[in-house]
């Protein structure tokens, strides 16, 4: 390929149109089912609510499903059912939204960021098992860009332990490991629906578990802490009577955005397959880079393809991932980074977290360069995005 000239020096960019990095599919079924939601009784803790429910519990094979206002009040409902509490120590990875490890800081609990595996930038088994505590309480490990997780390896130490096993499984709906669907797997799984992840609802989240006794506890803890199940009540003063059990929160979804959820569901299928028709034409297209190494993905799972990431070989590039990200983002390709490391965060830092304690994941952060991946882009998005990294790459390659 010639040095054609970069956008970012004032050549021709590759797209006319900015392409994002990810973005909602809606249609009109989903208008309709919306629509449908606004004329009828029930705006919010009606019946879409428990409908999208169980129509996610028996997507991922769950036994429950308790839908919440977001994934991140998802992950805090979690760590209370889970029981951790203040000073309980909870097992998480630093590449990931910072979500993932605050919902530990709401419940007083300590947040753990053990390194990542350095092939498929998911969280080592190994240093989970090394940084186990008597106040360990917990692992979240976090699906990364859709690959799920060793699991077993993880679930192993946590039966070992006597740990909770949380999944965020945001980049995950509808992933397989070993065959089976992420959700059904561990403790708690717990999904996104915020309009980059694969199915939407605006703002939204989901906890699936087996367990009824946890199922119960998310319920309540969505619901102020409150309870109207006769058994549970300590009085009964008639048929209005409830109880306030313990400090909940109002973290319930609408039944307008359970009504989106239900409908986008339906077309989760077509989405994951989308995505990983695309995800295959970049690996096909950009195999070739000697610049760039393509996501890893070992043979027993089945990604979801969230995320499509390069790892850029710094030593073979004259500029670092600032100038190649700008320089993509000229050529009008919306790439994104995931993720600064969530101890590198200000808040992190105050709380005396410090840089160097996950060598792979700060080493990954200065390597890492998202590309679009969403089930609207169509062939040709795939292809501009290829040429702009072969014109990108070409010009910052330092052979
Ligand atoms: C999106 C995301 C979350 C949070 O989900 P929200 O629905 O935006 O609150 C948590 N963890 C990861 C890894 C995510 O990508």
Request: hydrophobic fraction near 40%.
């Amino acid at each position: 390929m010639s040095k054609s000239k970069l956008a970012i020096h004032g050549g021709a960019p590759v797209r006319a149109h900015y392409l994002p990095y990810g973005k909602q599919v809606i249609d009109e079924m989903d208008i309709q089912s919306v629509v449908e939601v606004l004329q009828s009784d029930f705006i919010t803790s009606g019946p879409a609510i428990e409908q999208f429910e169980a129509d996610i519990a028996r997507f991922t094979g769950a036994k429950y499903a308790v839908a919440f206002s977001s994934g991140t009040a998802a992950l805090h409902g979690a760590c209370h059912a889970a029981g951790i509490g203040e000073g309980d120590e909870v097992i998480t990875t630093p590449m990931t939204f910072a979500a993932s490890a605050n919902c530990v800081l709401y419940q007083g609990g300590k947040p753990v960021f053990v390194d990542i595996d350095p092939l498929t930038y998911n969280l080592d088994p190994k240093l989970v098992k090394e940084n186990i505590t008597e106040k360990t309480k917990a692992i979240i490990p976090v699906h990364f860009t859709g690959q799920p997780a060793q699991l077993d390896e993880i679930i192993t130490i946590a039966r070992e332990n006597n740990l909770v096993v949380i999944e965020d499984a945001a980049h995950a709906l509808g992933a397989k490991y070993k065959n089976k669907r992420i959700g059904s797997i561990s403790d708690m799984t717990m999904f996104s629906f915020h309009p980059v992840k694969h199915i939407t609802t605006g703002e939204g989240g989901m906890i699936t578990t087996n367990k009824e006794e946890l199922y119960k506890k998310l319920l309540q803890f969505r619901t102020h802490g409150i309870t109207r199940e006769q058994k549970l009540l300590r009085e009964n003063h008639g048929p209005w009577y409830y109880e306030m059990q313990f400090l909940g929160f109002n973290y319930r979804i609408t039944d307008i955005q359970a009504s989106l959820g239900i409908s986008q569901l339906k077309k989760i299928g077509s989405f994951i397959e989308k995505r990983k028709q695309l995800a295959e034409l970049y690996t096909k297209e950009l195999g070739s880079i000697e610049e760039i190494i393509l996501p890893h993905q070992l043979s027993d799972v089945d990604s979801s393809w969230h995320l499509y990431i390069l790892k850029l070989q710094l030593s073979q590039l004259t500029a670092g991932r600032k100038e190649i990200f700008q320089a993509l983002q000229k050529e009008n390709i919306g790439v994104n980074v995931h993720y600064i490391p969530v101890y590198f965060h200000p808040y992190y830092e105050s709380l005396g977290f410090q840089k160097g304690i996950c060598p792979i994941a700060e080493s990954c952060y200065k390597e890492f360069i998202t590309l679009p991946l969403y089930a609207g882009m169509d062939h040709r998005d795939v292809m501009d995005v290829v040429e702009a990294v072969k014109k990108v790459i070409t010009y910052y390659s330092n052979k």
